[in-house]
Each structure stands twice: as structure tokens, then as C-alpha cells.
């Protein structure tokens, strides 16, 4: 392999040129993870809305590889870096599900009384006497809807 020259002003872009494709790669991940597990949703059940959880660990780090070498660099995607991203991710997934509702919904969840779970982000003081708040449950998705 020959050697290719690189210029100051190469050397000094290289880790932010890294950065941005891994940071593109990542992104892509996300977008076809959701795409592919809605579609699949789509063709088995009648449901017309997807849930997607935001779980950072149901990714493996994105590889990109080095210039030089067959090693690269590993970005790993986190639920931090999905939510820090999500306008980007749901432009992506509105051009791929075209008059479709695609939205990110952050609801606390409190068992009530009666059994039942209620999103409790918007709780009316009427109702607080017969939830349990002391044991909240944050849920955070993606929620695709084509009815």
C-alpha cells in the first residue's frame, strides 16, 4: 500500500472527519434498527402503531475503520446519544414512513390503585390520592403510527 501525504490541515481535520462518520454510521443504525422492526411489526400484526423503546443498549458500538490499518475506532451508541440526536432521527424516519405520525414520547408511568399503569407527566391533583408515584416508571420511544 503506498503511502499517501497529508497536509497539516489534513492531519488537523482527521479525528473531526472520524468523529462525523462515526457519528453518520450511528445515526444510521438507529434509523434502520427502527425501520426494519416497524416494518417487520407492520407486516404481522393489524396494530397500526409501533412502539419503539429507546434502550441504548440494544445497539453494539459502530465501526469505523482506520485509514491505514484494518482497526478502526468503535463509537458506542447510548440512550443519551439517541435522545441528544432525535430531531435528526425522526427527519430520517419521516422521509422513510412518508404520511405517517412519527413522534418521540417521554411518559412516567405510576401503577394506580386499581392495577393499571398511568402516564402521570400530566397528572390532574384530583387523581394523585389513587396513584402510587413512589415507584414511577420513565418510558421513552419512538412511536410510528399509519392508521
Same mark, same amino acid.
Given at each position: 500500500m503506498?503511502? &499517501?501525504p497529508f497536509? !497539516?490541515?489534513n492531519? !488537523?481535520?482527521?479525528?473531526?472527519?472520524?468523529?462525523?462518520?462515526?457519528h453518520?454510521?450511528?445515526?444510521?443504525? %438507529? *434509523?434502520?434498527?427502527?425501520?426494519?422492526?416497524t /416494518?417487520r411489526?407492520?407486516?404481522v400484526?393489524?396494530?397500526?402503531?409501533?412502539? !419503539?423503546?429507546?434502550?441504548?443498549?440494544?445497539?453494539?458500538? *459502530? $465501526? /469505523?475503520?482506520s %485509514?491505514? +490499518? $484494518?482497526?478502526?475506532?468503535n463509537?458506542? %451508541? +447510548?440512550?443519551?446519544?439517541?435522545?441528544?440526536?432525535?430531531? #435528526?432521527?425522526? +427527519?430520517?424516519? !419521516?422521509?422513510?414512513?412518508? &404520511?405517517?405520525?412519527?413522534?418521540y414520547k417521554?411518559?412516567?408511568m405510576?401503577?394506580?390503585? #386499581?392495577?393499571?399503569e398511568?402516564?402521570?407527566s400530566?397528572?390532574?391533583?384530583?387523581?394523585?390520592?389513587f396513584i #402510587?408515584? $413512589?415507584?414511577? /416508571? $420513565?418510558?421513552?420511544y %419512538? *412511536?410510528?403510527?399509519?392508521s
Open positions: 503506498p503511502l &499517501e497536509s !497539516r490541515e492531519m !488537523r481535520s482527521l479525528k473531526s472527519q472520524k468523529d462525523e462518520e462515526g453518520q454510521r450511528k445515526l444510521e443504525t %438507529i *434509523v434502520k434498527d427502527i425501520y426494519t422492526n /416494518v411489526f407492520a407486516e400484526n393489524d396494530n397500526t402503531t409501533c412502539n !419503539r423503546f429507546l434502550l441504548g443498549n440494544n445497539y453494539s458500538s *459502530v $465501526h /469505523v475503520p %485509514i491505514l +490499518t $484494518h482497526s478502526g475506532l463509537y458506542q %451508541i +447510548t440512550k443519551e446519544y439517541i435522545v441528544a440526536n432525535m430531531d #435528526d432521527i425522526l +427527519t430520517r424516519l !419521516r422521509s422513510l414512513f412518508p &404520511e405517517c405520525s412519527v413522534e417521554k411518559l412516567s405510576a401503577l394506580g390503585r #386499581d392495577g393499571k398511568y402516564d402521570i400530566n397528572l390532574d391533583d384530583k387523581l394523585s390520592p #402510587d408515584t $413512589h415507584r414511577t /416508571v $420513565h418510558k421513552e %419512538i *412511536v410510528i403510527d399509519w
